[in-house]
């Protein structure tokens, strides 16, 4: 089965930049989401497919994907910004939904 | 305003069963694909079924298979889980979500509910 790799803990200072890697197999195939979910909280989706944003989420948050890495990129990071950021894909070869490992992105 | 709603969670003991409800709102529920994503205690996501708009496409994951089964009633904007034979590695919160597509694809899960907590424990 498809399997997301994502570092276990990103910690950043406010103001200044985070970056969330998701690494998969030629997962610059795949169309990639990224969730957020705060301490005792639903997910909420920041970005999908790829790179674009839903209506409310603020432009400090963006994502690319290529080759075999997909990125979230927190920009001017806020302590709001502490949470658990999740990346998902469409595994159309086993028909599942695959979600990443997860980061806890700590503000300091 | 668009939501879901879970309900139904609760203590079960070891092989026991139970439903899960989710009430959805707001949007033109048969035209989703419509998914539950559980999240064991200090645990990630994870994805455990799905199930197009019109019951066409049905998908579980391994560890569910066999054991839960999902469903749809389009007339009543409601989405159900029938767990069974339900084990301890199943405690989690369950989360209703919705893709934003009418069948199960490369697109997001837009909608998610504040899920309902399942404890399998004798």
């Known amino acids: 089965s498809y399997v997301l790799t994502q570092p276990p803990s990103v910690s950043v200072a406010p103001g200044l930049t985070a970056w969330i890697t998701c690494g998969g197999n030629n997962i610059g195939s795949k169309s990639v989401h990224w969730y957020q979910q705060k301490t005792g909280q639903a997910p909420v989706l920041v970005v999908y497919h790829d790179g674009d944003r839903p209506s409310g989420i603020p432009e400090r948050f963006s994502g690319s994907n290529s080759e075999n890495t997909a990125t979230l990129t927190i920009s001017r990071v806020e302590a709001g910004d502490e949470a658990d950021y999740y990346c998902?894909?469409?595994?159309?070869?086993?028909?599942?939904?695959?979600f990443g490992t997860g980061t806890k992105v700590t503000v300091l | 305003e668009v939501q879901v709603v879970e309900s139904g969670g609760g203590l079960v003991k070891p092989g026991g069963s139970l439903r899960l409800s989710c009430a959805a709102s707001?949007?033109?529920?048969?035209?989703?694909?419509m998914n539950w994503v559980r999240q064991a205690p200090g645990q990630g996501l994870e994805w455990v079924s799905s199930?197009?708009?019109?019951?066409?496409?049905?998908f579980y994951a391994d560890s569910m298979k066999g054991r839960f089964t999902v469903s749809r009633d389009n007339a009543k904007n409601s989405l159900y889980l029938q767990m069974n034979s339900l084990r301890a590695e199943d405690t989690a919160v369950y989360y209703c979500?919705?893709?934003?597509?009418?069948?199960?694809?490369?697109?997001?899960?837009?909608?998610w509910g504040l899920g309902t907590m399942v404890t399998v424990s004798s």
């Open positions: 707001g949007f033109s529920f048969s035209a989703y694909n």
């Open positions: 998902q894909v469409w595994d159309s070869l086993n028909d599942h939904y695959v």
């Open positions: 979500a919705r893709v934003n597509g009418a069948v199960p694809s490369s697109d997001a899960f837009d909608v």
């Open positions: 199930i197009s708009g019109t019951s066409s496409y049905i």
